[in-house]
């Protein structure tokens, strides 16, 4: 199984130890899936841990060694340059459907305008996603 | 964690190294081997915030998609 971790699903793992978007990276780190990360998107997670509210709970070298880490061990697609095959109310996270889309990839996420096209594209909070990893086995 | 046995085909130049430093800080060859793959792989890295770090659900979910749409560029 191939998924597409949302930035935010990232950034939820570094704060709440008992989660499921800590769980979905366990899984990751397991070997239960297949991540898929693009320059854009860890172009956007570096900014969010800049985010003031985020430098309180986790440290600009730790929000360093998490992307290094990801550009090492997640598998580094190219940003899509294709159309996604549907929109997001929000065009700012339409590069995530397209990533997703162009890597045969589940879409993991927690942005409530992403999970409304759960109909139209596999698109799943991260406690779906586990469930899928489960069933995958 | 458990410990489990395996064996390793290492460049003899890097096994050499591994024995120099254990030499060095006291410590079996294996857990020179183990301290450098936990460090390269950062293993230590989501255990120590999750050790301080246990914001409700809920609520990281909200602060995450914040800081992601607050620093988003359009």
């Known amino acids: 199984m191939r998924a597409v971790l949302?930035?935010?699903?990232?950034?939820?793992?570094?704060?709440?130890?008992?989660?499921?978007?800590?769980?979905?990276?366990?899984?990751?780190?397991?070997?239960?899936?297949?991540?898929?990360?693009?320059?854009?998107?860890?172009?956007?997670?570096?900014?969010?841990?800049?985010?003031?509210?985020?430098?309180?709970?986790?440290?600009?070298?730790e929000s360093h060694q998490l992307v290094q880490l990801l550009e090492r061990e997640a598998s580094l697609a190219p940003d899509p340059d294709q159309p996604p095959p549907v929109?997001?109310?929000?065009?700012?996270?339409?590069?995530?459907?397209?990533?997703?889309?162009?890597?045969?990839?589940?879409?993991?996420?927690?942005?409530?305008?992403?999970?409304?096209?759960?109909?139209?594209?596999?698109?799943?909070?991260?406690?779906?996603?586990?469930?899928?990893i489960r069933n995958a086995d | 964690m458990p410990k489990a046995r395996t064996t390793l085909t290492i460049d003899e130049d890097v096994l050499r190294w591994?024995?120099?430093?254990?030499?060095?800080?006291?410590?079996?060859?294996?857990?020179?081997?183990?301290e450098s793959l936990r460090r390269d792989l950062k293993l230590d890295l989501f255990d120590a915030l999750w050790s301080r770090n246990d914001v409700p659900e809920n609520e990281a979910a909200a602060l995450a998609v914040e800081a992601q749409h607050r620093t988003r560029r359009r």
């Not at chain 1, 397991?30 to 440290?59: M, Q, W």
């Not at chain 1, 993991?108 to 305008?113: F, H, K, L, N, S």
Request: net charge neutral.
């Open chain 2, 18 to 34: 591994v024995k120099i430093r254990a030499a060095r800080t006291g410590k079996p060859d294996s857990a020179v081997i183990e």
């Open chain 1, 6 to 61: 949302d930035v935010n699903v990232l950034i939820s793992a570094t704060l709440s130890a008992r989660g499921s978007s800590a769980a979905t990276v366990r899984a990751w780190r397991d070997g239960g899936f297949d991540l898929i990360v693009s320059p854009k998107l860890l172009a956007e997670l570096k900014r969010a841990f800049n985010y003031p509210k985020l430098r309180k709970v986790i440290t600009a070298d």
């Open chain 1, 87 to 132: 929109h997001s109310r929000d065009a700012g996270d339409d590069y995530l459907l397209a990533l997703a889309a162009s890597n045969d990839a589940v879409l993991v996420t927690q942005d409530p305008d992403l999970l409304t096209l759960r109909e139209q594209y596999p698109v799943r909070p991260p406690a779906e996603c586990l469930e899928m």
